[in-house]
Structure formats: C-alpha cells, structure tokens
C-alpha cells in the first residue's frame, strides 16, 4: 500500500535500508543513479543558444520513474533524499523537473532532505529539517557536465581527424593524463649519478654494539655526493683506519611530539586504502558505498560509516565525545588528549560541507562486525574505525638522540642517529603508510652513551650507491598530486583514474601507472596544439569558478560563455592544420622515447631503418592509428607497430611467458597473448612446442621437394588447458601462485546457507561467473573470481535470483497453435512471449494493461520481420509448428563455391576452434 509521503534515494540497498527506519506512512523508492543525461550526440549543448541543454531519460530509467510517478500520485509530500553532495543534488533536481513535466509536482509538496549517514536518528533528523533543491549547486552541476560535454564531443573530432585512432581522455582526466606521461618522461631522461656511503661499527664502553656513518673528513662536511667514485670512498677508508681512536665527541637529545592525523577524506582514504590494503580508487568507493549504505547485522540493517565522498576533516560532537570515551575506557585515560582535536583541512578548493569519513557508531568495533562483512569490507572499515579513534588520541612521544664520534685528530667525524619511544600514543592504534620508505635512521635504537666516552673501532663498509630516477604515480600518490594542484573533486577522483586504464591510455604495473604509446600520442598532441586546455592551473582555475558558481559568487553561463570563446577558437585554428604538421609535432615530442640514443644494433642510429638501411625511421599515421615506417616508402615499406606491452627489462615481449611447471602434473604454465586477448596455458610439455616447429618445417620442405602434401603424424599430446585473464588482471604481475589458481577454476565458494548446494566460481565464455545448482550470475569487475566469498556470493545470487523470479503473465492462448501467450520482462525491457518467439513491448505501452490482440499483433510483427530477415514468406513463417516438423524436406546438395558450402566450411572451422580464448563481445557504436 502506497503510504501518503514518498521518500526517493538513488540506490535500492538504500532505500531497502531507509524503509526499516521509517512508518507504514512512507514509501521509500530508488531512482538507480542518474535518471537522466545529455544524449550521446553533437547538439546536446547549443552554445548558439546561450548553452541551451536538451535531456534525454535513459531506457533503463524509465521504468523507475514510471514507478515513482505512480507513488507520487497518490502522496502528499515527497522527499527527495539523494546523496549530500553535488552529484545528489543534481539528482534530486532532475527528479523535481522530470515531476513538473508528468504535472505532477503542483499536486505534492516536494523536498530536499539530506543526512551524512544511513542511521535511523539521522534520517528522522533530516525530515524534521527539509529544504528546497539548492540552485547555486545545480548551476555548478550544469556549468561541470556542459563543459565536460563541450571538450568532449569538440575535441575528439579534431583528434579523430589529425591523429587516427585516438579520442580525448576528458576535460580533466587529459590533465591527470599528462602528470602520469610527463614523469614518464622524466625516468626516461633520468642518468644515474654514482655516490659512496661508509658505516663504521663501534662498540661501547659497556659492550653494545652500534653503527654510525661518515659525515667529515679532513675539516669538511660530505653531502650525499660527497664521495663521488670507489676512488674516493678507498682514501677515506684508509683515513678511518689510520686513526687511532675514537671517542665520543657530542650528544644531542630532545623530544618530539607526533601528533595524529586526521580523519579520512575521500581523498586520504583511498591513498591509504592503495598503500595499506592495495585497494584500487574504485574498490575502496565500491566497498565505502556498501558500508554506508547498510549491512544486515543480527536482523538489523545499519549504514556502518558515513557518507564516503568529502574534503571535509571535522567530526561531529558527537563522534567526538563517543571516541573519548571508547579511547579511556579501552586504552586508558592517558590516551585522551586534554581538549579534543580540532582539524582544519589543507586540500585546496575544499569546500564539502560534511564530515570526515568515520564511522556511525565507534563502539560497534571490527571485530564485532566481522561476522557479517566479506574480508574486503572489514579491512576497509578497520581501516576508517581505527583512524577516527587515532585523530582524537594523544600524541606519541619520542626520545631523538644524535651521536657526533671524532678521531683524535678530529679529521674523522662520523654520526649515529637514533630515536626512543617513550610514549606511543596514538601509534597504539594507528601508522600512516607513505608510499616510499622514509629513513631508518629515526627508528633506530641506540645504547647509551656519554661525551668523552672512548669507543672501539669495528668492520668499515663501504657502499656503492646511484641516484634513483622519481618513482612512477600510484593511485595514492597520484590522487594526492590532483588534490594538491587542485584539479577534481572528491567523487571524481576514482572515475578520472577509472578512464585513464579503460581508454588504454595507462597501464597499471606493479600497482604504479606507466602511460601507454597511445596515451602520449594524445598527450603530445595536446601539449603541442591545445596546451592551455592541459596545463594544471588553467584546468584547476576552472575548477575554483565553478565553486564561485556554487557559492552563488559567479553566473554559471559567464563562465561558459568564457571558456568556450577562447576554446572554439582555438579549434578553429587547428582546421588548416596538416597530417604533417601533427606528425613533426610528435615526431620531434616523442622520438627520444620511441627512438632512444644506443639502442640500435651495434650502435647503429635507432632511426636508421633495419630493412633498407638508407631511410629514416620516424611516426607515421594510418586509418587504424599510429605506427613507425621508413621514409624511403614506397621503395622501402618497412613498417613496426608502436611499441607493446615491455617486459621488466623494457624490451618487447614476444611469445609466452613461463611461470615455471605446475608442481602436480609437472608440466609448463606460461602467459601467452592470443586473438583473443591474454590467457594462462598449462603445457603441452617442453619442447613439445619446438617438435611441432621441425616438423612443420620437414613436411614443408618435403613438400617443396615433391610437389605432393605429406602425411599428418598424428600428435596424442592433449591440448593444452587455458584460461583467460579476467578483466583488470595486469599480465605483468601474473605469477605462478595466480597462474595456477586460474586454472584450477571453477572453485568451490561454500555451500549456500538456504538450499545446501554448492557454490563455485568459475570463468567462461562471457567471463568470470557464480554457478548454484543451474542458476548462473556474471560478477561485477570488482569482484574477484579468485577470492570472492560466501557472503558476497550469496548477494549477488539472490539478485539473480529475484530477477529470475518476475512470474510471467498469461494473456491466454494463441488461437492458431493453443500454447500461451504471455508476457515478462528481461534484460532488454518487456516482452509478450509465444514457445520460443519473443516481440519487445514498445515504449510507452503498459505490459499490465496489455491484451491477447495486442500481443498478437506484436508477435506476428515479430514474425514476419524475422521471416524477411530470413528470406521467407511471411505465409510460411506463421505455419505452426506441427505444420513445419510434418512438412518433407528435398534433399540437397552444396555445391562447391556455393555460399552454402562455404558455411558449412566456416562452421567446421568454428567447431575446430572451440578450445581456442574466445574474445568478449564487442558493442559496435556509430559516431
């Protein structure tokens, strides 16, 4: 029964969850996301009409807004209670104005409530306080998604026709783009510089034993390159040696104070949810909205942490006070700092009004929880508890000693540094991870010591060292550069790293970006023909105009009006620009990469070509994108493709990869690159292979001599067992351990708690899957076919299940056949069904109010289209069934060259291919 107020969210787990806290006088429904957007073509925004907008509702949506049209229309009040930040807001505003056009909105009162967590109190809060949809925040959504859309369906045009095969990244992920490409480019020109360090071993005067290291010799202080060559550290080592004692010459202490951090941002949090746990950007988002959006616990669902996407560092007063109690009561009440801790946040641009990320209650700890969330899930809410505690604890407390040792001569100095915890505070609870390691000499303990003490010499170690080219971006450090340069928001971080990987643009190895070929094409092509579109102020300057929109500071239009005045010219100017033009641009950009100096063959120029040798290698462009060939074309038409996947030495890959042998069956498990993409293989045995390859070679040979085919020997080897790589599995960091579990699959999950039957997880065809009984369910790519378990499983197998489940309705039976006539609905919409034909519904017509005649009609549409498809009669495809199966059929016969044969020659060849990876459907799209 529809209650008299309809409260709408975005997500059903949220609404399911939302529904438990209110009366039988609310109806809680979902919007799912986004209900509408700017259509996928050129005109959606019309800057001739002062940027006029058009709309469009997804096919998807459209029968949830049927649904809440229906609610709404029997209401007094509507709630729109969509997320509390921006992307909410423009939700909520949508909805208000899909309401006005149904005239709906006149009849209810509608309005926007929000709350910073899935809590029962919170939400009867937020009712007690609505308000209207915030325009200022609106205009900043509107001024945001026309620019994104400008840039977009402007500039991939230009880049389609001046550089093929490419198409933009996007308004700000080109600039996330060009910092991954540009440190790339820095390791490649990085040189190494060589430097020495000496430690020297000493003993105290009571026996303990420490390490110190060189820091004067002969009266001057020595930097890091102080000792330049072995040369250098040999005479100093001489030096050391050649005194005859060491006393201690200096001691310096004092006491230092760490304080905690602060609690998690969207940013901090998945920084140290990629060096903590190796959560990528979109895991930790996927399981934060999980644990926000409510867990079943004991019978209960609860939102466990607050919402996931905010700048903002404070917590409420209540938190608070709730953390000060739990840290006294577990820790003691040396723990509890005098005054709480108050925290201010340095991200540029911060504007999010929320809280921190914590959690809703601190004293539902992990361990109390950890009986009703998958591993994942735990980690990631361990990892917020244990924070939030940390930020409200006192601060550690640490002993820093320094020791100066001096030769007699005082032209010996070497230091020894050290640090002693005396009180460890909040690290009790809580260490934040840095992406490179910091310097071990801090942690170090030493003995005590006494100035004037004397000391006895032990070994000298000298060390060879070389400069480090800058490491490569991480997810977390390169989310902490865009916060720093101020470029993106807190929900956007993980989509702008999300496309980066799924364009091709970078490649994820070894947890670090390394931009692809493709990638610095773009980037090159930017830098050198729309550079102020890529620089980061520019781009973070329009990130602080937008939040003067949202402030109410700024009209949205001005700030569109001036961006794209500057931008369609600058696209205009590139009209005369020439194919070589771009390509000497790139050439001149990127050759030192393609083109490194020493690495032609015997030090031959890496631009001379290896075919001719008289032409010069440089980029060329084709209709499928760009490749290296030799200007002596067409003379010379050697051609190479842009370099491939490189291996840990940098050198190209080519055939399989092996892992090593399979400790059961004894045989080779190696990766391997097919059609198909990149697959795991286990044997055939070694130099099964290699056999193969002689024998080919014979018979071609023999055949060359005779004229005449040889026999096949028959090969009783068994094929070769593969497995392709599930999605976002990085080739590169496949091992055996992963290699084995692959092909190992399908796995048994467990045995689902209702039925007893068994759960497996497997990959197939259409990627990895779920199997209960005959039920099969395809995981999310965020799910890992390897480690999913029971409690995830059994979600997404009563999703299926629920699904599966929507009884179809009869309408009655056909009057040509007598079978029924029903109708359901699917992954493509609703359906009128008859045996085995199926005629979608058309939009706009009810399938509830559907009759037998209409479904009739629709199916011998259906019918007669699927006939013409065939090149039958539409006569001929109404016959029923039993009219079919009774009528005789002529035998015939293909003729050689006849299409027939050649389907039936396709066919054996298909059937002959069956074992091979089979490649994921491709969704054809027309620009």
């Known amino acids: 029964m529809t209650g008299s107020n309809v409260v709408i969210v975005e997500s059903p787990a949220k609404a399911k969850t939302i529904n438990k806290y209110l009366g039988d006088d609310f109806t809680v429904l979902a919007s799912f996301g986004h209900v509408r957007d700017l259509p996928a073509r050129d005109g959606s925004v019309r800057p001739d009409e002062d940027f006029a907008m058009e709309w469009e509702l997804g096919d998807r949506s459209r029968r949830h807004i049927d649904e809440i049209a229906k609610a709404v229309k029997g209401a007094k009040r509507v709630y729109l209670a969509t997320d509390p930040d921006r992307e909410g807001e423009a939700i909520a505003w949508h909805l208000s104005e899909l309401l006005k056009e149904k005239r709906l909105s006149d009849k209810v009162e509608v309005q926007r409530i929000t709350f910073n967590e899935i809590t029962k109190n919170a939400v009867q809060a937020a009712l007690k306080a609505p308000r209207d949809v915030s325009r200022e925040l609106v205009d900043a959504y509107l ?6 859309y400008l840039v977009g369906f402007t500039l991939s045009p230009v880049l389609w026709r001046k550089l093929p095969g490419s198409k933009s990244a996007g308004r700000v992920q080109s600039v996330a783009l060009r910092l991954v490409c540009e440190r790339e480019a820095e390791i490649e020109a990085f ?120 700048d903002g560092v404070t917590l409420s007063q209540e938190a608070i006070e709730a953390s000060r109690r739990l840290i006294g009561e577990h820790w003691g009440e040396k723990y509890v700092p005098a005054a709480p801790r108050v925290y201010k946040t340095a991200a540029k641009n911060a504007q999010e009004a929320h809280e921190a990320i914590r959690p809703t209650d601190l004293f539902r700890r992990p361990e109390v929880v950890s009986a009703y969330l998958e591993k994942d899930e735990l980690r990631l809410y361990e990892l917020i508890w244990k924070r939030t505690l940390a930020s409200q604890m006192e601060s550690a407390v640490l002993d820093q000693v320094s020791v100066d040792l001096a030769s007699t001569t005082k032209d010996v100095v070497l230091r020894a540094s050290g640090s002693i915890l005396v009180f460890d505070g909040f690290m009790r609870v809580y260490q934040e991870d840095k992406d490179d390691a910091a310097d071990d000499d801090q942690d170090r303990r030493l003995p005590a010591m006494a100035e004037r003490d004397a000391l006895t010499r032990g070994p000298i170690e000298p060390a060879q060292h070389f400069t480090q080219p800058p490491p490569r971006y991480t997810e977390a450090s390169l989310v902490k550069k865009l916060e720093e340069l101020g470029i993106g928001r807190p929900s956007t971080y993980a989509s702008i790293l999300q496309v980066l990987q799924d364009r091709e643009y970078v490649r994820l190895d070894k947890r670090r970006f390394e931009p692809s070929d493709r990638g610095r094409l773009v980037t090159a092509f930017l830098k050198n023909f729309f550079n102020r579109y890529v620089e980061y102020n520019f781009t973070a300057d329009l990130e602080n105009q937008l939040d003067e929109v949202s402030g109410g500071r700024i009209d949205w239009k001005t700030v569109l009006r001036e961006f794209w005045r500057a931008f369609s010219g600058a696209v205009e ?21 393609f083109f490194p100096a020493g690495s032609g063959n015997g030090g031959v120029d890496p631009r001379v070509c290896p075919q001719c040798g008289k032409g010069r290698l440089g980029l060329k462009l084709g209709k499928n994108g760009a490749f290296i060939g030799c200007n002596n074309y067409p003379e010379c038409r050697y051609t190479r493709p842009l370099a491939v996947a490189n291996d840990e030495n940098g050198q190209e890959q080519e055939g399989p990869r092996d892992l090593g042998d399979d400790p059961e069956t004894g045989l080779p498990v190696t990766v391997r690159r097919g059609p198909y993409g990149v697959y795991v293989q286990l044997g055939p045995p070694r130099g099964h292979e290699e056999k193969q390859a002689e024998e080919k070679k014979a018979a071609e040979e023999e055949k060359a001599k005779s004229g005449k085919k040889p026999k ?108 029924p006539v029903t109708t359901g609905s699917g992954r493509f919409g609703p359906y009128v069904k008859h045996g085995s034909l199926y005629a979608s519904i058309p939009k706009g017509t009810d399938a509830a109010t559907l009759t037998l005649a209409q479904g009739l009609e629709l199916l011998a549409a259906k019918e007669a289209k699927d006939a013409a498809k065939k090149g039958k009669a539409p006569a001929e495809a109404e016959a029923p069934a039993e009219e079919k199966k009774a009528a005789p059929k002529a035998p015939t016969k293909a003729k050689a060259g006849t299409k027939t044969a050649a389907k039936a020659s396709t066919t054996k060849k298909a059937a002959a291919n069956t074992d091979k990876p089979k490649a994921p459907a491709k969704k054809r799209v027309q620009a």
Do not use: C
């Open 143 to 148: 001024a945001r998604r026309a620019l994104d």
């Open 191 to 310: 040189r190494p510089q060589e430097y020495w360090s000496i430690d020297v071993g000493f003993t105290t005067p009571a026996g303990a034993a420490f390490n110190a290291s060189l820091t004067q010799l002969d009266g001057k202080k020595l930097d890091k390159f102080g000792l330049p060559n072995k040369d250098a550290a040999d005479k100093a080592v001489v030096k050391i040696k050649a005194a005859a004692s060491y006393t201690v010459s200096s001691v310096e202490r004092r006491q230092v104070r760490r304080n905690p951090y602060a609690p998690f941002t969207t940013s901090t949090l998945q920084q140290e949810a990629s060096r903590k746990l190796g959560f990528g950007a979109t895991r930790t988002m996927r399981l934060a909205q999980k644990l926000y959006e409510g867990v079943d616990i004991g019978g209960e669902t609860v939102g466990l942490i607050t919402y996931m996407r905010t």
């Open 712 to 819: 096949k020997a028959k090969d009783d080897t068994p094929k070769p067992k593969r497995v392709s790589l599930p999605r976002g599995m990085a080739p590169a960091d496949i091992e055996l351990e992963t290699a084995l579990a692959l092909l190992a699959l399908p796995r048994v999950v467990g045995n689902h708690p209702e039925t007893g039957q068994e759960i497996q997880a497997g990959i197939g065809r259409f990627g990895p899957y779920l199997k209960h009984g005959t039920m099969y369910k395809s995981l999310t790519p965020d799910d890992d076919v390897l480690t999913v378990g029971m409690n995830r499983a059994v979600d997404l197998l009563g999703e299926a299940a629920k699904k599966a489940s929507t009884p179809a309705v009869a309408l009655g039976n056909h009057p040509k056949t007598g079978k």
């Open 573 to 593: 100017g590139t009209k005369d620009l020439t194919i070589t033009q771009v390509l000497t641009a790139l050439d001149e950009e990127l050759g030192q990469h």
